[in-house]
């Protein structure tokens, strides 16, 4: 065959394609484990981050170490017992879709607009000399382009805020991407997100707080220009504290 000729030209080309996709193929499978071990690192990293444990150069497993991790039953607040599910394979997103371990969220109740979500979730604590010092919940819901993922971290009130972070959306940078930033997120530190009966009393305004509102304590400035994430910010906070979400959790917590 001769190497100028189309057969030849297809030939090396068909070659090139099952050589290049064996590649890709290989390399996808080989990296899979480590991907998967990265996610976890990266989840650790901002439950800390939440926490006001984490600077940069820490190591994270190292700081873990003080973090509890239970899986919960929403609907009941309880912690799941042994053999009920299986916390080292349970993965929220995935259970959310999945008919028998997720739940569909009646639409009147839906405040972060989600849809469905998992039967279970994650809650994560923070101990010092046995007594919880931080509860850190993770919490999502949809803004104007994205659904944002964070972690809301609460003193051991259940009540006061000790620190948030979104760690993944697709909000516009300089608008709804300002939910990132430092000094807003830092806002939120000792504001109360429940009332003395547990009710999510949390308003993210369109504006500035102002400091003689005697109900500033349960209230942060809006995103300028993006007043829809900044609504959603505070109907995902709504709906993951309120009784669909953590509150049954939290009440048993209270008790
Ligand atoms: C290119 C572009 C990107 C925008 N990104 C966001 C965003 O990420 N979050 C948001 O709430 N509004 C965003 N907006 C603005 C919204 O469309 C809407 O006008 C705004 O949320 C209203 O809030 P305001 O009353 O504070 O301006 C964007 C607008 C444009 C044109």
Request: with cysteine.
């Amino acid at each position: 065959m001769r190497h100028d000729s189309v057969l030849g030209t297809l030939t090396v080309a068909a070659v090139l394609c099952i050589v290049c996709s064996v590649i890709v193929s290989a390399t996808a499978v080989s990296l899979r484990e480590r991907q998967e071990s990265n996610k976890v690192l990266e989840m650790k990293r901002n439950v800390l981050v939440a926490a006001g444990l984490f600077e940069e150069g820490d190591t994270v497993e190292e700081l873990f170490g003080q973090v509890e991790r239970h899986l919960i039953d929403l609907s009941s607040g309880r912690v799941v017992e042994d053999g009920e599910v299986d916390p080292e394979s349970y993965d929220p997103r995935t259970a959310a879709k999945d008919p028998e371990l997720g739940v569909e969220i009646d639409p009147e109740k839906d405040l972060a607009g989600i849809k469905r979500r998992g039967k279970y979730a994650f809650v994560y604590l923070v101990r010092k000399d046995e007594a919880i010092e931080q509860i850190i919940l993770p919490v999502y819901g949809k803004g104007l382009w994205s659904t944002l993922y964070g972690f809301l971290s609460l003193r051991r009130d259940g009540r006061t805020v000790s620190g948030i972070t979104f760690y993944e959306h697709k909000e516009t940078p300089g608008l709804g991407g300002e939910v990132d930033n430092p000094v807003w997120k830092a806002s939120w530190s000792g504001k109360q997100v429940r009332d003395e009966s547990g009710r999510p009393i949390l308003e993210v305004l369109r504006g500035s707080v102002s400091a003689e509102d005697p109900q500033a304590f349960h209230k942060i400035d809006g995103l300028s220009g993006a007043t829809i994430t900044s609504r959603g910010v505070q109907n995902l906070i709504q709906y993951w504290l309120g009784s669909d979400g953590f509150g049954p959790y939290l009440e048993q917590l209270d008790r």
